[in-house]
């Protein structure tokens, strides 16, 4: 099993960057594919983007590519949400999860660990 702690939300001018940190407990983390995911209000929770175990494959929602990238640590046991140029959209809170397997892909329910979540607020 592995516990899931997000950091690094907060409240941002909408062009300016954030960087979301997401520490796994355990020591087989570099056995997991890792997700980021955000919910908005009224809105279902979707994919923003995921980082296979290996850390060689990576795919992003059409709305973050070029803006988002998901490095990961495995030796920290961490994956990192970078964002940059932030939009009022991006406004949600943000979840990472976790799937122990080679790639997880988009869907939330393939992944079966989950933080608890961190703000990001874009002011315009």
């Known amino acids: 099993q592995v516990q899931l702690v997000e950091s690094g939300g907060g409240l941002v001018q909408a062009g300016g960057s954030l960087r979301l940190s997401c520490a796994a407990s355990g020591r087989t983390f570099s056995r997991y594919s890792m997700g980021w995911f955000r919910q908005a209000p009224g809105k279902e929770r979707e994919f923003v983007g995921a980082?296979?175990?290996?850390?060689?494959?990576?795919d992003y929602a059409d709305s973050v590519k070029g803006r988002f990238t998901i490095p990961r640590d495995n030796a920290q046991s961490t994956v990192y949400l970078q964002m940059n140029s932030l939009k009022p959209e991006d406004t949600a809170v943000y979840y990472c999860?976790?799937?122990?397997?080679?790639?997880?892909?988009?869907?939330?329910?393939?992944?079966?660990?989950w933080g608890q979540g961190t703000q990001v607020t874009v002011s315009s």
């Open positions: 980082i296979g175990w290996s850390g060689s494959t990576t």
């Open positions: 999860a976790a799937v122990r397997t080679a790639w997880g892909g988009r869907s939330p329910v393939s992944y079966n660990y």
